[in-house]
């Protein structure tokens, strides 16, 4: 399992580009849709923190993977199906400031 999931993170994208309007988007997205859960301040609510301190610790690619996969018997849901993976990593850098 291990070395699939290093395989995966492996294929993601290092660096994010989408159009400036998709991060716009993406922005507005990560504010209501991921502020519902984490707070719209980003905070913590139902979900932890994603302020740059408490992600800190965390990688850009872990992030995207817990971003498109989410996390099984959480409340956090795979947004696979509605992102790509450079989007995804598009939403770990913001959330990182990288």
Known sequence: MR??????????????????????????????????????????????????????PADAEGLALIILDGVPGTAMPPWRPLLTEEEAMWIAHYLKKD
């Open 3 to 56: 070395s699939l999931l290093a395989l995966v993170v492996l294929a993601l994208p290092c660096a994010a580009e989408v159009a400036p309007e998709r991060a716009k988007a993406l922005e507005h997205m990560v504010i209501q849709d991921c502020g519902s859960c984490h707070g719209l301040t980003l905070k913590g609510g139902l979900g932890r923190a994603l302020t740059v301190d408490a992600l800190a």
